[in-house]
Structure formats: C-alpha cells, structure tokens
C-alpha cells in the first residue's frame, strides 16, 4: 500500500451502532481503493525504473496489491449480500475504468517520478511497514467477524513480504557502498508526514476557501459598488444614434 493514506479509515469502526456492516463494507470498498491506486503507483514504477530486476519486483508488488484490491471488493459485496446484483453484471474492463477515474490516477504525476530510486525503495519500506502493522492490529479488532479479521490477516502478512524485499534492496546498496540510504529515510518520513497532513487537512482547507470566496462576495463587492460606483449621463438626442 504505497501511496494511501489509510488509517483515517477506519476511525469510526470503534463506534457500535445498527449501520456496522454496512460502515463495514464501504470501508473495506475504500482499503480496495487504496489497494488498487498502489499498484497503479507501482505500475509506472515498474515502467520508468532503468533496473530491470526491480521492474520485476515492483511489477509483482503491482500484482498483489490488484490482488488485495479484489479481495477487498469481493468481501465487500459478500458482507452486504450483493453478490447477485447489478453490478455484478458490469464489464470487468469497465469496473477498472470506473476505478482509475475514481482515484483520479491519469493525469497525476506517479509518486515514483517525484523520488529518485534510494528515495522510492525507502517510500516502499515505510509505506507498507505502516499498513503491514495497521493490518495486523485491525486483523485482532473484535468488531470485525472472523472472515474480515482473518482477510486483514492476510494483507498484513503479505504487506510484511513487501518490507522484506525492499529492505534487502536497501541492504544491497548498504553493502556496495552508497551514500545517503539513511538520509533518504528520514526524508521519506517527512515526505509521508507532509503528505498525509495534506490530505487530512484537504477538506478543513477547502472549506477555508469557500469561507473566502463568501466573503469576498458578500463584503469588498458590495464595497466596491459603493466606492467606484459611475454615472453615466446619456445625450437626449444623438444624431448617430439609429433609433
């Protein structure tokens, strides 16, 4: 999970109340968002690299987070007995599409052509690290029935896979001498910090802005009707004029 921040997810599901599954399955359709936008992010990773053995390690990540992607789709629609609904019927192709439009993918900047290689295998650590460690502590949330746990199960574990062959790149490069690897840890920490702030803070900013826009609108127009307000005098006759 490369690029999402996730564990705003699921602050609510400590709250009891009728809506459960239901809170349930979206928040699982939103982890299989977040699932499905990583491997897009590890997709152009795997294009752009010049390394061919980390174009394959970065293409077989991309491939387990579609996975996992899938797997939260389909227990999402399990939990809320949906399976032979509608959108069950919907082109497989058209579903992939709906999702890239959702996440809004084309047209962003993948987040591996802002990080340089060092800094890219560091992101990778750390970002599954994180989930790795958020899944295994959902996966022991009584709240969740045993088939939901024992899926957080899973993740986790396989985010841990994640880790491991990022650290061994990481050591690799430790034992051939390059500079900087630690360095470009505490970059990457900062550069997730700065990242997650701004996307937990995205709704309270645009709400700021719209504070600003109202009252431009409702306090310097009316200002500005006032103050520069023109007289205009018009002629009772105008000899040019065609009416």
């Known amino acids: 999970m490369a690029?999402?921040?996730?564990?705003?997810?699921?602050?609510?599901?400590?709250?009891?109340?009728?809506s459960l599954n239901n809170q349930e399955s979206d928040f699982l359709n939103n982890f299989g968002l977040a699932e499905f936008g990583s491997a897009l992010d590890m997709l152009a990773a795997a294009e752009l690299t010049t390394t061919n053995k980390l174009k394959k390690g970065y293409l077989n990540h991309a491939i387990d987070e579609f996975r996992h992607a899938q797997l939260f789709f389909n227990h999402a629609k399990n939990l809320i007995n949906n399976s032979n609904s509608n959108s069950a019927n919907v082109s497989g192709i058209a579903e992939i599409g709906e999702r890239i439009r959702y996440l809004n993918f084309i047209g962003e900047k993948p987040?591996?052509?802002?990080?340089?290689?060092?800094?890219?295998?560091?992101?990778?650590?750390?970002?599954?690290?994180?989930?790795?460690?958020?899944?295994?502590?959902?996966?022991?949330?009584?709240?969740?029935?045993?088939?939901?746990?024992?899926?957080f199960s899973l993740i986790a574990k396989e985010e841990g896979h994640h880790v491991l062959y990022?650290?061994?790149?990481?050591?690799?490069?430790?034992?051939?001498?390059?500079?900087?690897?630690y360095k470009s840890y505490l970059y990457i920490k900062w550069f997730r910090f700065k990242t997650d702030l701004l996307s937990n803070t995205r709704k309270i900013w645009t709400k700021i802005g719209d504070?600003?826009?109202?009252?431009?609108?409702?306090?310097?127009?009316?200002?500005?009707?006032?103050?520069?307000?023109?007289?205009?005098?018009?002629?009772?006759?105008?000899?040019?004029?065609?009416?």
């Not at 990022?166 to 690897?181: C, N, S, W, Y």
């Open 211 to 243: 504070l600003i826009l109202a009252l431009i609108f409702f306090i310097f127009i009316p200002i500005n009707k006032i103050f520069f307000k023109k007289n205009y005098k018009f002629n009772t006759y105008d000899p040019r004029s065609m009416i």
């Open 166 to 181: 990022a650290k061994k790149e990481l050591e690799k490069r430790r034992k051939h001498g390059v500079k900087g690897i």
């Open 111 to 151: 987040i591996y052509s802002e990080l340089n290689e060092l800094d890219f295998i560091n992101f990778v650590m750390i970002s599954e690290a994180a989930a790795e460690k958020y899944f295994t502590k959902l996966s022991n949330n009584k709240n969740f029935n045993s088939e939901t746990r024992a899926l």
């Open 3 to 18: 690029s999402f921040n996730f564990k705003s997810i699921f602050k609510k599901i400590n709250k009891k109340n009728n």
